[in-house]
């Protein structure tokens, strides 16, 4: 009787060990920032993601607008997370900072991601997404297959064109950023760069009108108007004698394997400028 008791004990045990380990995969996820959306989206297993934020809808922001249709949405805020019971939250290394500490404060497990700065970054978050929601064979699968596709594109031979990015009160992506390292492998030498701004930085319009690069890439205009904004309207742009190229902020803000498609818009560019040439 009590050899039994002992093995009733121990299956009782081992049943419950298991469970545990089950239990250990995030049921009930919400993510509350915008790249951590479009790669859970990408990873999570069918009704393990429960919501994403509201900007994860936009197509200005978002290039799995339609997708997340399928999402309810969140603003970020900690009372509304709280109240989606959530066992595991994605979050911006840089986003509502005051979420992410109440929810930990309230044994909420939190995950951070910090933003891609390079194109070994995607893949590194791919992984680490698929580790945070218990879908690392899948997550591995699309790393391995955007490394694979990235590794596919030849390197480009002969002169690199100077590319500029400029945003926003004058602001432009240097070679080791991730924008900048599309550039890049699209074949391009990165304005930046050359100015002493390998990080990027923020470069006066006279600046640029003087460098004259062969190519301006400029985000897409946004609904309203911002001083900041101004200087992307300034008259001078048009003594730029280069190319003009516009894109959106979301083919490549977000570490995603989109950017292949930036880059190859961006060498289809370099090859129209070698041909007018």
Known sequence: MVRWVYYTLAATLALSGAAACADATPQRVVSINLCTDQLAMMIAAPEQLVSVTTMARDPRASVMAEQARAYPTNNGLAEEIYLLDPDLVLAGQFSARATVSMMRRLGVEVVEFAPAQSLEDISANMVKMGEALGRADVAREMADDFTRHLSDINPTQGRRPTAATYAVNGYTSGAQSLSGEIIDTAGFATLAAQL??????????????????????????????????????????????????????????????????????????????EQDK
């Open 196 to 273: 002493g701004l390998p990080e990027g930085g923020f470069v006066p319009l006279e600046a640029l009108v003087m460098a004259d690069p062969d190519l301006v890439i400029s985000g897409a205009d946004y609904p309203g108007t911002a001083r900041a904004e101004e200087v992307l309207s300034h008259p001078a742009l048009t003594r730029l004698t280069g190319g003009h190229m516009p894109m959106q902020d979301k083919d490549w803000i977000c570490g995603l394997p989109s950017v292949l498609d930036a880059i190859g818009e961006l060498r289809a560019e370099r090859e129209k400028l």
